[in-house]
T-cell receptor
Framework: DQQVKQNSPSLSVQEGRISILNCDYT??????FLWYKKYPAEGPTFLIS?????DKNEDGRFTVFLNKSAKHLSLHIVPSQPGDSAVYFC????????????FGKGTKLSVIP | EADIYQTPRYLVIGTGKKITLECSQT?????MYWYQQDPGMELHLIHY???????EKGDLSSESTVSRIRTEHFPLTLESARPSHTSQYLC???????????FGPGTRLTVL
């Protein structure tokens, strides 16, 4: 049973527009959420995170929104650039004391020039 | 910037061979992890370590073994490789449990 779900396997966006990647989770114990970016044949690179005490966190072009009541988070990339084309993984942790990150299956983002 | 290294990056090997995948980090992190990922799938935790001489199995059953003799080094060994072991193996480390994990570049293993 998948506890972290990324229901869109792929997303195509025009350069300069907004990319919105979505993630849903089922485990109410999760209180720390992360987004990673992964290029083929490379390891995931940490992008941005959010704690459950916040509903928004921003870092440059990347913003993560958390809706705890809906158990939903999203990553916004504005403006999208061709170099953003990669697979994006959502991950969740039950916080301090939890050794494990639970990952979604990823969404492949293609930014079209 | 995270400094975590994995070697080899790519490995093609025959069935029955013993292999060791290397992972080292220079961040002084106590916590280290091994994940396995197949294309289009999520990352699955196969081993983790809280510190020197501490190793635990993750949620995904794996025939591999790990050791943690030094803080910076967390190698993974397969005693007898099989085609079912073909996958990407990713090593990660973190400062604290539940904290952000930083990943190495991965090893793409193909067993013929």
């Amino acid at each position: 049973d998948q506890q972290v779900k990324q229901n869109s396997p792929s997303l195509s966006v025009q350069e300069g527009r907004i990319s919105i990647l979505n993630c849903d989770y089922t485990n109410s114990m999760f209180d720390y959420f992360l987004w990673y970016k992964k290029y083929p044949a490379e390891g995931p690179t940490f992008l941005i995170s959010i704690s459950s005490i916040k509903d928004k966190n921003e870092d440059g072009r990347f913003t993560v929104f958390l809706n705890k009541s809906a158990k939903h988070l999203s990553l916004h990339i504005v403006p999208s650039q061709p170099g953003d084309s990669a697979v994006y993984f959502c991950a969740a942790s039950a916080g301090a004391g939890s050794y494990q990150l639970t990952f979604g299956k990823g969404t492949k983002l293609s930014v079209i020039p | 910037e995270a400094d975590i290294y994995q070697t080899p990056r790519y490995l093609v090997i025959g069935t029955g061979k013993k292999i060791t995948l290397e992972c080292s980090q220079t961040m002084g992190h106590d916590k280290m992890y091994w994940y396995q990922q197949d294309p289009g799938m999520e990352l699955h935790l196969i081993h983790y370590s809280y510190g020197v001489n501490s190793t635990e199995k993750g949620d995904l059953s794996s025939e591999s073994t790990v050791s943690r003799i030094r803080t910076e080094h967390f190698p993974l060994t397969l005693e007898s490789a099989r085609p079912s072991h073909t996958s990407q193996y990713l090593c990660a480390s973190s400062d604290e449990i539940g904290d952000t994990q930083y990943f190495g570049p991965g090893t793409r293993l193909t067993v013929l």
